[in-house]
Structures are given as structure tokens and as C-alpha cells.
């Protein structure tokens, strides 16, 4: 039996100059296909989404098939799942609600009441439920027994976690005060179940150690972090000498103009610090499970330089337009979109202000004015709320927590850990799909005397949105999901006249894991799919897709569901070290595969 596809396309690339024409035929496997091996570590990040539901273990025609004829009518019904985590404290008192049911709770969604399909509740890092549409409940009757001992945890509940040091916008001794008390709680409340993955950002994202369930590595490398500079002090240097220009500024226009260079400044370097924070969000869109970002600085503006416009205002009272100006370097609506992305990709912020009780400047020796004392302070108090501000509205649209006017974070860590280990999964399925809205998620509790934080919202992405995401994700991170079983291998490369590489990319699927539709004289399935690449230095490539049909004649179909469909596709490469990554969607079964694997290129 012999199966070929032929098709062309082109990827553009920074690494790769093209996609090449491709082929695709079978091959003989081994005796039985094995798992593909785990995907290699990697350095740093890009953009990932959320996994499809796993395939079936051996292909065959759906229900909704009819056998004969080429009009032969397939449904395919793709359901997802939305899960919202929801942290229940007692409005006195603050302490943790344990022992609530799904019928405790009701989900809206823009505003309509959805029904629970999912219930998880989860205590002290444990699941002691986990039902699918769980069984009603006679009147009167009580609640049923909860599991009890330890249950693994399922890959949708286990928890990634960011540690992201932002150093450009922090204190060197602010910042290794909170991290002695961070290694503490690393080591005491992180789960083996659980992985974390530590970044540092300069203006540059470096990830310091990839995602790893060894705490210990984070603590290591978080020590490490106690010696870098932080350049929060430079910021303080500018701040006080735009202050003091004001100060001794002639008129209102010659303040204005100072004031508005530094929030030119200020608002350039916000920009590549929101964008930052982005990459990351984005980059865990396509790995299953929660995922949270424990963000630590001093803090970030939400208007550049609007206390120094502040400032203007104070010495020159007559001139009211001085915080008109201010609005332009306005990021909240970044910000807000940086919330949004974050629910989109079931990401939790907990952000930490590591300055903690702040000592106005204005009333040191050093910087203090004669005949003006409370006018600084006003300055100053408006520099640190507008500070704080982009912290907190983080934490509370994504369902988090944010640690704000203390020197010892230790009891906040403690309700951190607490949000890890011990809150109820609520999941619902949604009558769209993949329209590409974001949609109002509000979650109510039936009791009183009961606080509840969760995430605002989340995006429902697209099929093909959720396959380059998870594209994404198995290149950028050790993460592989693989229950179609598919394979990776590379050819040897062959040179050409520019000195680029033509490196032929083999992808191996079993045919047997394929759900095939019958047709009059054939049997058919639907493949998709998606490539990306990264080289050496952490350029990505965008992820291009292609779709394959493949169509096996009757009379062979008991034969080639023991052997693999092969599709070749020939990557124009620079020589050096290259990370591949594909996924692959049977679109009859909703199931998808990622998987990675590094090439050498050249000799």
C-alpha cells in the first residue's frame, strides 16, 4: 500500500529562510509503536494553550458515520471545558472554606447561568473529589462521603509556577529581603506534584532554571539572585533630579517640559516591561493545568511620571493643564489587557511589592525644602499608590493576591500557599466554540459570610489558535503531551550555495491511532499539522500548519492500521543548534500531539 500527499507553503522566519516542498508516505513500524521519549529542557520563552481531549486507543468510524458513499455524513463535536478556580475565605476572619459541594456554588457567564459539569475540591494539596457531572442529590439527603488519603493530582489541576524577579524595576536590598523569606516558602509549601520555573528581567527576559518539580534548583538559583544589581536606583536618581529641576524651574512651560522628557522615559521603559510580563503569559497559554505568576518588584507605574506632573501642579497652581499631560503615558489599559491575557491562558498573578513600608524621600535631609514639606509628601504619596496600582489590579482580575505595604511577606505567603493547596475547580462547557470572544466569568456561592476571588474572564480560543499554542509550548518548555503517539526525526542535512541547510523533518503518526471515516471506496481521516522552530539564541519562528488528508483504500485498511503515515517536510536552516517542535490534531477525534526535538545543523 503506498499513501502520498504532495503540498507547498513557505515560513518566514528569522532562523528559517522557507518550507519547502513536502511529501508524505507510509512505513512499517516497529511491532508495537512506543511512546515518543520525553522533550528535551530548554532555555527561554515564546508563545503556548490549552490541550484537546485525548483521542481514542484505536482507530475506528464514529457513531455519527454512515458507511457507502462519498456523501457519507460525519458530526464532529469538538466540547471544552472551561475551568475557573475559586478561593473561598470567611469574610471575618479571613480563613479557609473547606467542605463546600458543587451545588454550593453557580456559574455565570456573560451574565447566564451555566451548569457544573466539573467539581474539584481541593484540600491541602490533595483532590478529594473529581467528578464529571456528578449524580443529583435527593432533598434532605447528605452530601457524599469525600475520598479520603492522598489522590494523584490530575494534569488539568497540577500547578506551573513563574517566579519572575523583575531587577530593572527593584531595590537590590528590597528585593534579597523577600527572597530569603521566598526560599522558605519554596521549599515548605511547593508540591513535588508541582513544577516551577524562575525568570529574571534587566530589559531582557533570562530564564534562570526552565520549569522543574526539584524546589531546591529554584532555591539555588534564587541565592544566586542576591548578588545581581538592581536598577531601581538609577530610576530614584532620574526621579529626584526631574524633582529638583522643577523645583528650580522659572515658569510652568519650562516645568511642563521637564516633566513630560521623564514620563516619555518612564512610559518607554513600562513598555518593554508590560511586553515582558506578556511574553511569559503567553508563553504558558498551551500547557494544561493552573499556571501563576509570583511577580516581585517595587512596584510599577500605572501613568509614567504622574507624580512628577503632580509636582508641576503644586508649583504652579495656575496652570490646571499640567495633568492633562499626564494622561498620554496612562498604561492601565496595558495592563488591563496583560489581565485579560492572563485569564485567557488560566493564569493567576500574585505580585509582591518588595519595597514594602516605604519612607517618603521627601522628608530626608537630603532631599527635604524649605517651605514645602507637605507638598513633597503629597508628591510621594502618589508616587507609590500609582505604584501599587498596576499590582493589585493584576491580582484581582486574574483571581490572585497581591502583597502590598509590609516588610514581612511571611503571613501572605502563607495565604498564597493556602490558594495553591487548598480551593474548588469549578468547570463548565460553554454552548460556542472557539468564536474568539472574551466572556465575564462571575461564580457565586449559595451561603453567606463567604469571600470569593476568582478569575474575571478567559478567551475562547480557536481550534487553531489552542494547536499553536501548545505548538509553542512543547518548543519553548520540557512539555510534551502525546496520545497519538506520533514520532520526530531529522534527516541529514544538505548544504546549499547560500550556506543555508535543507534539514528533512520526518513526522511519524501509527495509523491505528487515527479515527477513520468511511467512505464508498476508501477510509478517511483528517490530519492537521503545525511546525515551529528556535534556534540556539531564542528566535521563534511563527508556527505554520498544513492539513493532510489521508485516504486509505477498503481493502487495506486492516493492514495499515499497523503501520505509520510518514510526512516529510524540508526546513531551510541555518547550521547550529535548532529545537523543532510539531503538533498534530486528528480533527474526527478532537486529539491532539506536541512534541519537541532538538537538531545539530551543519558539521
Not at 486507543?57 to 475551568?83: H, I, L, M, R
Not at 463546600?100 to 457567564?109: A, P, Q, S
Not at 524595576?169 to 508540591?191: A, K, M, Q, T, W
Request: proline share 6%; with cysteine; aromatic share 8%.
Amino acid at each position: 500500500m503506498k499513501l502520498r500527499h504532495t503540498t507547498t507553503a513557505l515560513l518566514s522566519l528569522l532562523l528559517l529562510a522557507g518550507l519547502c516542498p513536502l511529501t508524505a508516505q507510509t512505513a512499517k513500524p516497529p511491532a508495537a509503536p512506543a511512546p515518543a521519549a520525553a522533550a528535551p529542557r530548554t532555555s527561554p520563552p515564546a508563545s503556548p494553550a490549552k490541550s484537546p481531549t485525548a483521542p481514542p486507543a484505536a482507530a475506528k468510524s464514529p457513531a455519527a458515520a454512515t458507511a457507502g458513499g462519498e456523501g457519507a455524513f460525519v458530526e464532529n463535536v469538538d466540547v471544552s471545558v472551561v475551568n475557573v478556580d475559586v478561593y473561598v475565605t470567611e469574610k471575618k476572619g479571613g480563613r479557609r472554606v473547606t467542605g463546600l459541594t458543587r451545588d454550593d456554588f453557580e456559574i455565570l457567564e456573560d451574565g447566564k447561568p451555566m451548569a457544573i459539569t466539573n467539581f474539584y475540591a481541593i484540600e491541602g494539596g490533595r483532590p478529594l473529589t473529581a467528578s464529571a457531572q456528578p449524580e443529583e442529590q435527593l432533598p434532605g439527603a447528605p452530601p457524599p462521603e469525600r475520598v479520603g488519603g492522598p489522590a494523584p493530582v490530575p494534569e488539568d489541576q497540577r500547578l506551573r509556577l513563574i517566579v519572575y524577579l523583575d531587577n530593572y524595576n527593584i531595590h537590590p536590598f528590597n528585593r534579597n529581603r523577600v527572597l530569603r523569606e521566598l526560599r522558605g516558602f519554596i521549599h515548605d509549601h511547593v508540591s513535588r506534584q508541582d513544577q516551577l520555573m524562575l525568570v529574571t528581567y534587566d530589559r531582557e527576559l533570562h530564564i534562570r532554571r526552565t520549569f522543574t518539580s526539584d524546589s531546591d534548583l529554584i532555591a539555588a538559583a534564587l541565592l544566586e539572585q542576591e548578588t545581581v544589581t538592581g536598577s531601581a536606583v538609577h530610576a530614584d536618581s532620574d526621579r529626584r533630579s526631574v524633582l529638583d529641576r522643577i523645583d528650580e524651574s522659572q515658569n510652568a512651560t519650562e516645568a511642563v517640559g521637564y516633566a513630560r522628557l521623564y514620563a516619555e522615559s518612564v512610559f518607554n521603559d513600562l513598555s518593554f516591561t508590560i511586553t515582558a510580563i506578556k511574553k511569559m503569559v503567553d508563553a504558558m497559554a498551551g500547557m494544561p493545568g493552573r499556571k501563576a505568576v509570583l511577580y516581585v518588584s517595587d512596584g510599577l507605574p500605572m501613568i509614567a511620571g504622574q507624580d512628577v506632573f503632580y509636582a508641576v501642579q503644586n508649583k504652579y497652581p495656575e496652570n490646571s493643564g499640567s495633568m492633562n499631560e499626564a494622561i498620554q503615558y496612562d498604561a492601565s489599559r496595558r495592563f488591563k489587557e496583560l489581565g485579560s491575557q492572563a485569564n485567557a491562558n488560566r493564569v493567576t498573578f500574585y505580585t509582591i511589592d518588595a519595597a514594602g513600608l516605604r519612607t517618603f524621600s521627601s522628608v530626608s535631609a537630603e532631599n527635604g525644602k524649605a517651605g514645602s514639606p507637605g507638598q513633597g509628601i503629597y508628591v510621594d504619596s502618589v508616587d507609590v499608590s500609582n505604584l501599587q496600582a498596576p499590582l493589585q489590579m493584576l491580582a484581582e482580575d486574574t483571581g490572585g493576591i497581591s502583597v502590598i505595604n509590609t516588610n514581612n511577606i511571611e503571613p501572605d505567603l502563607g495565604r498564597i500557599a493556602a490558594d495553591f493547596n487548598t480551593y474548588y475547580s469549578l468547570g463548565y462547557t460553554p454552548a460556542h466554540i472557539g468564536d474568539g470572544r472574551y466572556h465575564k466569568i462571575d461564580v457565586r456561592i449559595k451561603k453567606r459570610g463567604y469571600v470569593l476571588r476568582h478569575r474575571d474572564g478567559y478567551r475562547d480560543k480557536s481550534t487553531e489558535s489552542q494547536m499553536s499554542d501548545g505548538t509553542l509550548a512543547a518548543l519553548q518548555f520540557p512539555y510534551e503531551q502525546n496520545p497519538l503517539h506520533i514520532g520526530l526525526d531529522f534527516g541529514h542535512g544538505s548544504q546549499r550555495e547560500d550556506g543555508f541547510f535543507l534539514v528533512p523533518v520526518q513526522v511519524k503518526i501509527p495509523l491505528g491511532k487515527l479515527v477513520l471515516i468511511p467512505r464508498q471506496a476508501s477510509q478517511d481521516a483528517s490530519v492537521r499539522f503545525f511546525v515551529a522552530a528556535m534556534d540556539s539564541d531564542g528566535n521563534t519562528s511563527d508556527v505554520q500548519q498544513a492539513r493532510v488528508p489521508i485516504s486509505i483504500p477498503n481493502g487495506e485498511v486492516a493492514t495499515a492500521r499497523d503501520k505509520y503515515y510518514v510526512y516529510t517536510v524540508s526546513l531551510l536552516m541555518r547550521p547550529g543548534e535548532h529545537r523543532v517542535a510539531v503538533g498534530v490534531r486528528d480533527d474526527a477525534a478532537s486529539a491532539a500531539s506536541f512534541i519537541a526535538r532538538g537538531v545539530h545543523v551543519g558539521g
